[in-house]
């Protein structure tokens, strides 16, 4: 179901459409400064922002983005989502990885932050083959 704000719908089709080729339209969803934060990077700037999905689309087979809910109040969203990818190379393997994605918007409805919330540790680093052994034995450590 569409979403009732323009603004969020254009994110979410953005997301789940997204392709290499898309990546010459940022600037439609993106405002001139924006910031994009996850548990890896830190950028400032729609030149820096596509290099980072740049990046993700030269690195993994397959990534798909699909919105599982939206919420939005005034300047402000929040969403939901599965990210779907492939890992390149001899022991590929398809992985999930489940977060939400903090927006906020410009006065002209571009996303002016987006900071995107997951936990690298359970989502990625566990599922991987030798680093997972070692992260799934320090959680049994500490869990309580």
């Given amino acids: ?3 009732a704000d323009p603004r969020v719908q254009r994110v979410i089709d953005f997301f789940e459409h997204l392709a290499p ?6 600037d439609t969803v993106y405002a001139p400064d ?6 890896f990077n830190d950028a400032q700037g729609q030149a820096a922002i596509e290099r980072i999905f740049r990046h993700m689309f030269e ?5 798909r983005f699909v919105v599982r809910d939206a919420m939005a109040e005034g300047a402000q969203a929040f969403l939901t989502w599965d990210f779907t990818f492939r890992l390149r190379g001899r022991h590929a393997q398809s992985l999930c990885v489940r977060g939400g ?3 906020r918007f410009a006065a002209d409805g571009r ?11 359970e989502e990625l ?8 052994a070692l992260m799934r034995w320090l959680k049994r450590r500490v869990v309580a």
Wanted: no cysteine; charged share 30%; glycine share 2%.
């Fill in 1 to 3: 179901m569409p979403h």
């Fill in 21 to 26: 080729a898309d990546l010459d339209r940022l």
């Fill in 34 to 39: 924006a910031r994009f934060k996850d548990p």
């Fill in 59 to 63: 690195t993994l087979d397959a990534p």
């Fill in 101 to 103: 994605t903090h927006l």
């Fill in 111 to 121: 996303v002016e932050l987006h900071r995107d919330y997951w936990d690298a540790a």
């Fill in 125 to 132: 680093y566990e599922k991987l083959p030798l680093l997972g």
